[in-house]
T-cell receptor, first 113, second 110 residues
Framework: DGGITQSPKYLFRKEGQNVTLSCEQNLNHDAMYWYRQDPGQGLRLIYY???????QKGDIAEGYSVSREKKESFPLTVTSAQKNPTAFYLC????????????FGSGTRLTVV | RKEVEQDPGPFNVPEGATVAFNCTYS??????FFWYRQDCRKEPKLLMSVYSSGNEDGRFTAQLNRASQYISLLIRDSKLSDSATYLCVTLNQAGTALIFGKGTTLSVSS
């Protein structure tokens, strides 16, 4: 079945460490997105990519980095520069034009310990 | 004005009740409107798209009012399984990605 796979489901990071969250899709979607959700809050856009080898900053890109070397993959690195990284991270993909909504992965819950 | 605003609730209703959620948005040029459902600690899932003419899917009815820039979701004959957070979604001002409201929480009790 087609879908989006995020891994790991839970991730614990020590202060000062970089961590990478994986996002893979087999829906043949061109566009991919990373959102962050804090408790009781909406989703906030971190980065998005509409095509391979191209990506754009969203509203809260500081302290994060991404790459889009393959259509299927859009990994997110949470760097030590991100001051408050504990959150629920959601990856999504879509066809161009936003007309059909997004399909989300099941998310990665990151906790700084 | 925030890009998407929703009443956070919670809305507490008995089974069988009819409940309505409203949402206002700021991007008057948006052509994309959706309602998503999010269960606790899960990813959002598309509930329905919202079309200019209004649309219905079983017990759920969505409507769009472009003049007033709001969309609504009506749930009839509420079920226990409808308990979730409902997210209002449209295109951001830059037209580059979908933007999600903070959600309205619904709790249906027996």
């Amino acid at each position: 079945d087609g879908g989006i796979t995020q891994s790991p489901k839970y991730l614990f990071r020590k202060e000062g460490q970089n961590v990478t969250l994986s996002c893979e899709q087999n829906l043949n979607h061109d566009a991919m997105y990373w959102y962050r959700q804090d408790p009781g809050q909406g989703l906030r856009l971190i980065y998005y990519s509409q095509i391979v080898n191209d990506f754009q900053k969203g509203d809260i890109a500081e302290g994060y980095s991404v790459s889009r070397e393959k259509k299927e993959s859009f990994p997110l690195t949470v760097t030590s520069a991100q001051k408050n990284p504990t959150a629920f991270y959601l990856c999504a993909s879509s066809t161009p034009g936003h007309y059909y909504g997004y399909t989300f992965g099941s998310g990665t819950r990151l906790t700084v310990v | 004005r925030k890009e998407v605003e929703q009443d956070p609730g919670p809305f507490n209703v008995p089974e069988g009740a009819t409940v309505a959620f409203n949402c206002t948005y700021s991007n008057s040029a948006s052509q994309s409107f959706f309602w998503y459902r999010q269960d606790c600690r899960k990813e959002p899932k598309l509930l329905m798209s919202v079309y200019s003419s209004g649309n219905e899917d079983g017990r759920f009815t969505a409507q769009l009012n472009r003049a007033s820039q709001y969309i609504s979701l009506l749930i009839r004959d509420s079920k226990l399984s409808d308990s979730a957070t409902y997210l209002c979604v449209t295109l951001n001002q830059a037209g580059t990605a979908l933007i999600f409201g903070k959600g309205t929480t619904l709790s249906v009790s027996s």
